[in-house]
Structure formats: C-alpha cells, structure tokens
C-alpha cells in the first residue's frame, strides 16, 4: 500500500506552518495516519545540515554548495522518513520540498538547469509529491507577516534578501505551478486562515477520492 505526499511550498510568510496542522487535523479525522515533516530538516541528518544552511554558514562557497545542501538533507530525510511512512500507507504533508530547490537555489541562485535536474533526479530517486500547494501572497505582506512571527529573532539567511528576490521567487513558484497544473494548486494565501484551510481540505479530498489511500478508522 502506498501513502500520498503533500507538499506546501511558496514564499515566506505565506502561512505554510499555519496551513500544514489545520489540514493535518483535517485528515486524523477522516482517520487518516498522518505524518507532519519540514525542509531542510525532518530527520537527524537533515537537521543537522539545516542549522549549518540557514545560519548563513554556507553562503559564502555559493548556490551550487548549498543545492548539494539542501539535495543531501533531502536524501536522508526522504530515506529516514518519508519513504517508509508513505510505505505504511500513510499521508505525509511537508513543509517545501523539491520546488523550494527549484526556486532558491535553481532560478535564485542562477544555477544551470540540467545541473538542478540532474540533482533532484537523484535525491528524491522517484518520490516525488502527489499534490503541491503553492500559497501565494505578495511578497511583500509575507515578509511583514514572517517579521511579526519572528518578533525579535535575527532574519534568517534567506529572509534577508531584497523584496525584488522575493517577488521573482513567488513568480518562479506560479511559474511551476503553470508547468505542471495537475500535480500543483495554486492557493491565494491573502484571506483569513479558514477560508484557506477549506479550499486545501476539499482540494486534498478530491485527490484521496480519485486514488486508492483508505483511512484506517
Ligand atoms: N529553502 C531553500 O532555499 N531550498 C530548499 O530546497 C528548501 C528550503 C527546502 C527555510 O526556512 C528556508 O530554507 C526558506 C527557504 C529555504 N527560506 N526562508 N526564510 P524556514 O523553514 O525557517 O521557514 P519558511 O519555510 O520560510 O517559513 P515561512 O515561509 O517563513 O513561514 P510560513 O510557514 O509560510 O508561514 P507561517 O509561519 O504559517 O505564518 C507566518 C505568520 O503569519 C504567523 O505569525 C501566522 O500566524 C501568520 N499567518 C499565517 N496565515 C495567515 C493568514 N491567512 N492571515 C494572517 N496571518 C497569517
């Protein structure tokens, strides 16, 4: 039996973290097993490398250090723990994922595409997502929202960058999700959090209606 994998990825502030628990409860209730995970991180390994990625600590050595990063986080992460819960049957929602990759590193960072290509073919070795949501929202109300959420704590490395970095980032996500319609909805993350978090609950239980994932309860 084969479980599903929900990605929500798009920019900062979108209210991926918001989303992720709502839609989670959502589906316990249906009596789903659900399994909650993040990137960079969602195992050990993974972790560990997402504390030397997002203190800034790899900058310096440039995009094409930190995709391998990110690839190499992905690897374990995808080994130690996706792979066996969507093996159980069970729904695994991530926090970013592949398309994450695609923009920061691949369009932010200018890297060769065949280079990015090959990368990803190699770290998710065929687990890739069932469905994506894309939250989007301007960049700009994101980095107020993330600055809010942040209250004193330093930026992160990523959340430093310029609103022109941001914006083209959200066009490069809509530019994803116009590629590959069916696997990624676009979700306008500018409403209050309820009328978001229905639009993904019924979203999520049209694709569980079409494929053969059961709940357990
Ligand atoms: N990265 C990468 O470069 N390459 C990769 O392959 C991967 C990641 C996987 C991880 O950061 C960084 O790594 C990320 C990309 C890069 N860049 N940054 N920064 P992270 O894990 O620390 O954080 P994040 O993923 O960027 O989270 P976020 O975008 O900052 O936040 P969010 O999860 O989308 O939003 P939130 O925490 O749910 O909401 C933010 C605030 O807004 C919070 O106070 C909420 O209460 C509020 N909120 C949420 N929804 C609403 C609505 N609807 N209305 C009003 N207020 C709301």
Redesign the pocket.
């Known amino acids: 039996m084969s479980g599903l994998l929900i990605t929500?990825e798009?920019?900062?502030?979108?209210?991926?973290?918001?989303?992720i628990p709502l839609l989670a409860d959502h589906l316990k209730k249906c009596g789903f097993e659900v399994v909650v995970t993040?990137?960079?991180?969602g195992s050990p390994g993974a972790e560990a490398v997402?504390h030397v990625?997002?203190s800034g600590a790899a900058e310096t050595y440039g995009p094409a250090m930190?995709?391998l990063l990110?690839a190499a986080?992905?690897s374990d992460h995808i080994d130690q723990k996706i792979r066996p819960a969507l093996d159980a049957g069970q729904i695994v929602l991530c926090?970013?994922?592949?398309d994450?990759?695609r923009?920061?590193?691949g369009i932010?960072g200018n890297l060769d595409q065949q280079f990015m290509q090959s990368v990803e073919r190699i770290t998710v070795a065929g687990t890739l997502p069932d469905l994506t949501f894309i939250?989007d929202i301007p960049a700009e109300k994101?980095l107020a929202?993330?600055g809010?959420?942040r209250g004193d704590e330093a930026?992160?490395?990523?959340?430093k960058e310029t609103i022109a970095t941001h914006e083209a980032r959200r066009q490069a996500f809509l530019a994803i999700a116009r590629a590959e319609p069916q696997r990624c909805k676009v979700i306008d993350?500018?409403?209050?959090?309820e009328m978001?978090s229905a639009e993904i609950a019924a979203l999520t239980d049209a694709l569980l209606q079409s494929c053969e994932v059961t709940a357990n309860g």
Do not use: M, N, W
């Open positions: 929500f798009g920019g900062e502030g979108a209210g991926k973290s918001t989303q993040r990137e960079p991180g997402r990625i997002l930190e995709a990110f986080a992905r926090d970013r994922f592949i994450s990759s923009v920061y590193q932010s939250l994101g929202r993330a809010l959420r930026a992160d490395r990523f959340e993350a500018d409403r209050p959090v978001i």
